[in-house]
T-cell receptor, first 114, second 113 residues
Framework: DQQVKQNSPSLSVQEGRISILNCDYTNSMFDYFLWYKKYPAEGPTFLISISSIKDKNEDGRFTVFLNKSAKHLSLHIVPSQPGDSAVYFCAASYLTGTASKLTFGTGTRLQVTL | NAGVTQTPKFRILKIGQSMTLQCTQDMNHNYMYWYRQDPGMGLKLIYYSVGAGITDKGEVPNGYNVSRSTTEDFPLRLELAAPSQTSVYFC????????????FGNGTRLTVT
C-alpha cells in the first residue's frame, strides 16, 4: 500500500528550463510534506518542506506547491542546473506526538542536460 | 562537520551470519532513525529512538534489533541475515519531534548471499 506515490521514475530537462516533479498521496492525515534530494552513494539531504496549512513554499530556485483537495504536491525548480541532477524523494508525515515518521515515495530521477 | 557517520560502507554477509551496522552523530540530536531502501522503492523505517534508552519499532522491524545507550550512537543489529535483508541502510537523526528535517548518513550497502 503505497501511501506516497511518485509516478514518474525519471525526468529529463534542459539546463535553464523548469523542472516539475510530482507527488501524490492517499492518506488524508498527512499534514506535513518534504522533498529530499539524493546523489549517488550519498544519503538524502533535505531540500524544502510545506505544512498543510499552506499551499506554496518557496526557497530560492525551489518552490513546492500543495493541492490538498487533489492530494497532490509538486516541486518546481527554476532555472534547472546540471547540479540538480539527482533522485528526488517526496515524503509525508502526520502529527504523532513523538518522532517524525516519514513515509517516502519511490523517487524521481532528474537529469538536467546541457 | 561530520554529521551522521555510518560504518561500514559496504558489507557482504552469508545467510545466517550476524552483524552490527554502526551509526553515530555529533549534532547532539535526540531523535535517530534507521531506514532501508530497496531498489526502486522508497525508504522504509526500521526502528527509531527519541532519546537514550528509548527505542521503538518502525514499519519493517522484523529481523533487526537496536539499542540506544548514548545520545550519539544508534547501532542496528542483524542477528540471522537473510537474502531479504539485502538493501541499502540509512541512519538519520533530527533535533526535534514532528517535522524536523532528517539528517542522513551516506548509507551502508549490505548484500546477503
Amino acid at each position: 500500500d503505497q501511501q506516497v506515490k511518485q509516478n514518474s521514475p525519471s525526468l529529463s530537462v534542459q539546463e535553464g528550463r523548469i523542472s516539475i516533479l510530482n507527488c501524490d498521496y492517499t492518506n488524508s492525515m498527512f499534514d506535513y510534506f518534504l522533498w529530499y534530494k539524493k546523489y549517488p552513494a550519498e544519503g538524502p539531504t533535505f531540500l524544502i518542506s510545506i505544512s498543510s496549512i499552506k499551499d506554496k513554499n518557496e526557497d530560492g530556485r525551489f518552490t513546492v506547491f500543495l493541492n490538498k483537495s487533489a492530494k497532490h504536491l509538486s516541486l518546481h525548480i527554476v532555472p534547472s542546473q546540471p547540479g540538480d541532477s539527482a533522485v528526488y524523494f517526496c515524503a509525508a508525515s502526520y502529527l504523532t506526538g513523538t518522532a517524525s515518521k516519514l513515509t517516502f515515495g519511490t523517487g524521481t530521477r532528474l537529469q538536467v542536460t546541457l | 562537520n561530520a554529521g551522521v557517520t555510518q560504518t561500514p560502507k559496504f558489507r557482504i554477509l552469508k545467510i545466517g551470519q550476524s552483524m552490527t551496522l554502526q551509526c553515530t552523530q555529533d549534532m547532539n540530536h535526540n531523535y535517530m532513525y534507521w531506514y532501508r531502501q530497496d531498489p526502486g522503492m522508497g525508504l522504509k523505517l526500521i526502528y527509531y529512538s527519541v532519546g537514550a534508552g528509548i527505542t521503538d519499532k518502525g514499519e519493517v522491524p522484523n529481523g533487526y534489533n537496536v539499542s540506544r545507550s548514548t545520545t550519539e550512537d544508534f547501532p542496528l543489529r542483524l542477528e540471522l541475515a537473510a537474502p531479504s535483508q539485502t538493501s541499502v541502510y540509512f541512519c538519520a537523526s533530527s533535533s526535534g519531534g514532528d517535522n524536523s528535517p532528517l539528517h542522513f548518513g551516506n548509507g551502508t550497502r549490505l548484500t546477503v548471499t
